[in-house]
């Protein structure tokens, strides 16, 4: 059974720095990974998928890499801001499992301070 | 619509009441997708439809949760002889060709007392 593991559970940086977010996972047999975004009281923002034949996507100040060999993926950011404050959630999909079928960790907390 | 609306935005009911959670897509979007959350943790999948019919509900905890889509359009989720444990936020999407095109909703809050 796929499990999930984001680390670290919570974050607060001051404003402008670089972050990384980190995500494992137990299974290697995935057909993609996505990066969400969750702000309170809203639902969840795609931010970034990742094919499993590639290594990495970018789209503005976010990086999202994946080695899915270890299991691992991770989510840059740089030069972070105030509105970048939101709950960030990894969810691989596994092979054989449906388009939908997203096996989601719990989040990274993350906090900028102005 | 702009968005993906979900209706009631809360809903408290008793144990063992049956109650009923909408979901209204982004018009043109062709599959739709369920997800429940409980408090500290990720989203659990739950049912994916295409179109009418439901391509993966391997996600339903259990014989009381049910759902349709008999347009495609509109979904509802079905919970019957509600629990405690079925205390989370519902969580509804739809995309237009995949799950890059994901769009969720604002979520059902559901309290069991």
């Known amino acids: 059974k796929q499990e999930v593991t984001q680390i670290p559970a919570a974050l607060s940086v001051p404003e402008g720095e670089n972050l990384v977010l980190n995500c494992s996972f137990t299974?290697?047999?995935?057909?993609?990974l996505q990066w969400f975004r969750q702000d309170p009281g809203k639902g969840l923002t795609s931010l970034l998928l990742i094919q499993s034949s590639q290594r990495e996507q970018t789209s503005g100040r976010l990086n999202a890499s994946l080695d899915k060999s270890s299991g691992r993926s991770t989510l840059y950011i740089a030069a972070s801001q105030p509105g970048d404050s939101a709950t960030y959630l990894c969810a691989p999909r596994n092979y054989g499992g449906s388009q939908g079928n997203l096996i989601f960790g719990k989040g990274t907390k993350l906090s900028v301070k102005p | 619509g702009a968005g993906v609306s979900q209706t009631p935005s809360n809903k408290v009911t008793e144990k063992g009441k049956y109650v009923e959670l909408r979901c209204d897509p982004i018009s043109g979007h062709t599959a739709l997708y369920w997800y429940r959350q409980s408090l500290g943790q990720g989203p659990e999948f739950l049912i994916y439809f295409q179109g009418t019919g439901a391509a993966d509900d391997s996600g339903l905890p259990n014989d009381r949760f049910f759902a349709v889509r008999p347009e495609g359009s509109v979904s509802t989720l079905k919970i019957q002889r509600t629990e405690r444990g079925d205390s989370a936020m519902y969580l509804c999407?739809?995309?237009?060709?995949?799950?890059?095109?994901?769009?969720f909703g604002p979520g059902t809050r559901l309290t069991v007392l």
């Open positions: 299974d290697s047999a995935i057909y993609n």
């Open positions: 999407a739809s995309s237009l060709d995949g799950p890059r095109t994901l769009r």
